[in-house]
């Protein structure tokens, strides 16, 4: 940082860090600092009227002479041209390189405030493509930090200036897939959809390389399509997927969608092909020292394990995991774990432990809307744990609480969970009117979807 700050060129007397002006004025105003009339500058080179021309906004140079001119001037091209030295640029680029590279090792909060502090300073080197790399940046980092609506209006900046000149289709697919990563955060499922689905007709048609975007908007599709509970469309794009991950050889996105894999082959009951997927992207995690993303998956193989029929190596798995979470400071991660941990507490018979690690699981989310559907699905547990301690009050509350969770998140597969829960509370006091009103809903809302 110190070297390029040591090299940059100095702008003339009356230009300000990130002033604009039009080429013509900017060549009059650094002629006159240089204390050169037209015909001067020209140097026989040029005409006097050729440079009154440019001046007057009446031609534009090539790169040639615009080179000719800064050297004449004793100014750096990228100054003239831009009224941005080369020097400055590179330290701008080197900057957002540093931000990038703090959201790339999940170091998010510094990455935020390292994206807004030089936001500015990008803005005024008045380069497209590094105002877009920034918008884009911080807003990735903000949806893994929760900030869902501060990134969603960069995003939507970003998505503006994409449309314009100098950009590619493969510029704008990259926009559309974090919007919809987004939206899904919000869980908006449809509207990600819709935008995951653009993303990848402009990437298709696009004559650049986008095997690696196209892989990843097509696993966080399969994302939307599980949360939907349409298996077959989640299959196949984790699918497709996998063959675009495996052609790039990138262990990276490799991980990442044999994790989706292993998601859906889980939901579709193929544990043994879930566990085996599961092994996969660990065993990349472990390889890239990824140790966020190796908890995550210790969380996924105990809950496999769990349904494999061993719940003390499910339990190891997920006491592994909760370890890993705290280690790398992801509370969201922690509570996934409590949460995976409450449910096999439940479903081996030890209701108060279940209820403890759920209640703790919540308190973790601390309301996270970005983790509504896994706040519902805590609450979900925590509703059963008092209901088999036959606290049946304080179950009715929670489990209306997971209800009203699920009902936000425009999920009535969820729901249906809740109202057969409702329903067993209902059983246990003897309401079997109420019961069968719950259990009624729960099955006419289950016919509708496709399993």
Not at 67 to 93: F, K, N, Q, Y
Not at 176 to 204: D, N, P, Q
Not at 424 to 439: F, I, K, P, S, V
Request: hydrophobic residues 40%; proline residues 2%; aromatic residues 6%.
């Amino acid at each position: 940082m110190s070297e390029l700050v040591s090299t940059e060129t100095t702008r003339g007397p009356a230009a300000e860090p990130g002033a604009f002006e039009p080429l013509g004025e900017r060549l009059r105003r650094l002629r006159v600092d240089a204390g050169l009339t037209q015909t001067q500058l020209a140097a026989g080179r040029f005409s006097k009227e050729y440079v009154s021309q440019i001046e007057r906004g009446k031609t534009r140079p090539t790169a040639e002479t615009m080179a000719w001119l800064a050297e004449r001037l004793e100014v750096d091209p990228g100054l003239l041209a831009t009224g941005i030295s080369s020097a400055e640029r590179h330290r701008t680029e080197a900057e957002l390189a540093r931000a990038e590279a703090l959201s790339e090792t999940h170091s998010y909060t510094e990455a935020i405030d390292e994206f807004a502090r030089i936001r500015p300073a990008v803005r005024g080197v008045g380069l497209p493509e590094l105002e877009l790399r920034t918008l884009t940046g911080e807003a990735w980092a903000r949806i893994q930090h929760g900030d869902l609506r501060e990134a969603l209006a960069l995003l939507q900046e970003a998505r503006d200036l994409a449309e314009g000149d100098g950009f590619s289709d493969v510029d704008r697919a990259e926009v559309l897939f974090r919007l919809g990563v987004c939206r899904y955060k919000l869980s908006s499922v449809s509207t990600a959809i819709g935008l995951f689905g653009e993303a990848l007709t402009l990437a298709e048609r696009s004559d650049l390389p986008s095997d690696l975007l196209r892989s990843n908007v097509l696993g966080w599709r399969s994302r939307c399509y599980r949360r939907q509970r349409d298996w077959e469309a989640a299959r196949e794009d984790v699918e497709r997927a996998l063959e675009l991950a495996e052609g790039l050889n990138d262990k990276r996105t490799a991980a990442q969608v044999y994790f989706q894999a292993s998601l859906v082959a889980e939901r579709e009951g193929h544990w043994v092909l879930a566990r085996k997927y599961a092994e996969r992207a660990k065993s990349y995690y472990e390889e890239l020292a990824d140790r966020e993303n190796f908890g995550r998956l210790l969380n996924n193989l105990g809950g496999l394990t769990y349904l494999l029929g061993n719940s003390e190596e499910a339990v190891a798995y997920l006491k592994d995991s909760f370890r890993v979470a705290l280690d790398t400071g992801s509370k969201p991660d922690a509570a996934h774990v409590m949460c995976s941990l409450a449910e096999v507490h439940l479903g081996i018979g030890d209701a108060a432990q279940a209820e403890s690690e759920a209640r703790q699981a919540l308190e973790l989310f601390d309301g996270r809307v970005d983790y509504l559907h896994e706040i519902g699905n805590a609450q979900l547990v925590l509703g059963r744990a008092l209901l088999d301690q036959n606290r049946l009050d304080e179950a009715e509350e929670i489990l209306r609480a997971a209800d009203n969770s699920f009902e936000q998140l425009s999920s009535a597969s969820h729901r249906a969970a809740a109202w057969v829960a409702l329903g067993d509370l209902a059983a246990t006091r003897g309401d079997d009117r109420e019961a069968a009103r719950h259990y009624r809903r729960a099955a006419e809302t289950l016919q509708d979807f496709r399993f």
